[in-house]
């Protein structure tokens, strides 16, 4: 069986990829939560729908999130409250947009976790709707909150002031300076799937951002424990290519919390509980460097521009960890 540690755009494509290598059937993917939040009355997960949409082929390839041929007509009309509502009041709020059939997906979960279904057995309904065959597997059934700590001279508020993931990445689309990162009741929730990653054959650890998508994972208690103990079966996929994001902010949250943004940088992040890291060929001349880290260095294609790649790099992956 094959464990995947996930969050995002680049995991979605990346898993998306091994079920061209592996059977559905023998992957478990560990999700990041810490993006959840609760808008308009609705549980959103946009990372667990993130890698529902893609690997059921129904995301939209131009945005990379939400359902493909979307009609916004919800949206539209709520935006007429918008202009109403009281000043204190956080009702309908327009910067975070829902598809209408995107909403489908939200009532159902909300309506379970209403029920008393924890969101690992939500999670496993909606992904049998969408036929997919592997496991997915939400971090944690408890609350854990990705939060970004502003720095001084930021837009969106005075320095040290929290904001919620969801505003710093869609609200102020992820412009804004951070100074820290935090992942409020980390400390108390319950991680799941400690059993598969103790069992596991591999360990991959997909190319998310490292700070905000993989560590959420990581902050949760066993998780690190496990993956140390068990490192050389541990690969993973360096998110930065030739120093940059290929999608999202982990170039410059990387800089902003003093890591290094390069591939050197994730390596130095990843060491203490992954035996090899993966980079891009734009990244050869560093290979010495990430392995001076006490890790192996495997290049090749990780821009994953067609499934066909994406197959081939969960490939190297999982040849890396065997």
């Known amino acids: 069986m094959i ?146 700590t502003l720095a001084e001279n930021c837009a969106a508020g005075s320095a040290g002031t929290d904001i919620s993931f969801q505003e710093y990445f869609v609200k102020h689309h992820h412009s804004v300076a951070a100074s820290g990162v935090k992942f409020v009741g980390s400390t108390e929730a319950k991680a799941n799937g400690l059993d598969i990653l103790a069992s596991a054959d591999s360990i991959l650890i997909a190319p998310s951002n490292p700070l905000v998508s993989i560590a959420p994972i990581r902050s949760l208690a066993g998780v690190d424990d496990i993956l140390a103990k068990r490192r050389e079966s541990v690969c993973a996929i360096s998110p930065i290519v030739n120093g940059a994001a290929l999608k999202g902010p982990a170039d410059r949250l990387m800089t902003e919390l003093g890591h290094e943004s390069s591939v050197v940088g994730v390596a130095k992040i990843y060491a203490p509980i992954c035996g090899t890291l993966i980079i891009d060929h734009a990244d050869a001349h560093l290979a010495s460097s990430v392995e001076a880290q006490g890790m192996s260095c495997v290049v090749t294609d990780t821009i994953m521009k067609s499934p066909q790649v994406s197959a081939a790099l969960a490939r190297t992956a999982l040849e890396a960890t065997r």
Not at 87 to 109: M, V
Request: overall charge negative; proline content about 5%; hydrophobic content about 40%.
């Open 3 to 148: 464990a995947v540690l996930a969050g995002g755009v680049g995991a979605a494509r990346f898993l998306r990829g091994l079920m061209l290598e592996v059977e559905p059937q023998n992957i478990t993917s560990i999700v990041n939560t810490g993006d959840d939040t609760v808008l308009h009355g609705l549980n959103i997960s946009p990372d667990l729908d993130t890698v529902t949409y893609t690997l059921a082929g129904a995301i939209d390839p131009e945005r990379g999130w939400g359902l493909e041929n979307e009609t916004w007509t919800a949206m539209g009309a709520l935006s007429r409250y918008a202009t109403t509502r009281p000043p204190q009041s956080r009702a309908a709020p327009t910067w975070f947009n829902l598809g209408d059939k995107d909403l489908a997906t939200h009532f159902y979960r909300t309506a379970r976790l209403a029920e008393g279904a924890s969101l690992t057995q939500i999670t496993a309904e909606i992904a049998q709707a969408w036929g997919l065959d592997l496991q997915l597997v939400p971090m944690t059934n408890e609350s854990v909150q990705t939060v970004i």
